[in-house]
């Protein structure tokens, strides 16, 4: 298969392009770090060639991607973390959060939809953080809650053209994003762990790829029960 990933310089996406790279399919792996791309390269150089991309410059994504048009399936997984400061309250943050893992991440899908054909499949990497209010994840969480939503809209409206859009839900994955975090992350799994979680779902057409599962079903559970509890919910667990 053709995969073209985003996101593969580093962490889940890196995983993923050697993953799929050593099954012996062909990666196209994307990403802004030249180096990174370079060492990916050179690790499996018959099956992974580097397509430099920065995902917040629309016009260069646009040409850059347009290119293929022999792809079986997308996983976009370029993605940036900024928690808020709520005593230093800045728009910005989100004009830069939401610029990459929304807006950015649908420059991918403008460029890349004219080509994809019936039977292709679309991959979208959002977060188990849009499930509850987390304290400081106003911009990160809520990029993600937008990103499930189109997600959803997606399927109903890719459907006609036979493509299958699948959105991943990772809990806490030990990846240079989560290095910079300061607090405790619970059943934290590493990349080798949600890489396989991924392509198993991708394979079994799972239209929601949740992981690690108990914790998925937690907080699906408390994303289900009344507002005022998750908000109480998620202050204790500040
Ligand atoms: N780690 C977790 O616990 C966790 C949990 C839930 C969801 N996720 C999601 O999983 C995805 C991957 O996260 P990760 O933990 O693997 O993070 P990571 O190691 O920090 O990797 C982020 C990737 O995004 C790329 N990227 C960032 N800005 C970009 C831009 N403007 N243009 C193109 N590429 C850009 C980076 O590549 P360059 O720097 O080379 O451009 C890098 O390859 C993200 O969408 C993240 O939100 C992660």
Known sequence: MNILITGATSGIGKQLALDYAAAGHHVIACGRNEQALAE?????????????????????????LRAYTDIDVVILAAGV???????????????????????GTMR??????????????????GSTARLLPFTRAEAYGGSKAAIH??????????????????????????????AQNDFEMPMQVSVEFASEAIRKGIDKNKIDITFPRVFGWFLKFASRLP????????????
């Open 40 to 64: 990916l390269e050179r690790t499996d150089s018959a099956h992974i060639a580097g397509q430099k991309l920065d995902i917040s410059d629309a016009e260069h994504t646009l040409q850059a």
């Open 108 to 125: 991918c899908v403008e460029a890349l939809l004219p080509n994809l054909k019936s039977g292709s499949k679309l991959v979208i990497v």
């Open 149 to 178: 939503y189109i997600t959803r809209s997606l399927q109903v409206d890719l459907a006609r053209r036979g493509i299958k859009v699948l959105h991943v839900s990772p809990g806490f994955v030990e990846t240079p994003m989560t």
């Open 227 to 238: 507002q005022s509890w998750q908000v109480a919910l998620s202050r204790r667990m500040t």
């Open 81 to 103: 973390c900024e928690y808020l400061d709520i005593e230093a309250f800045e728009a910005d943050l989100f004009a830069r959060v939401f610029e990459v893992n929304v807006v």
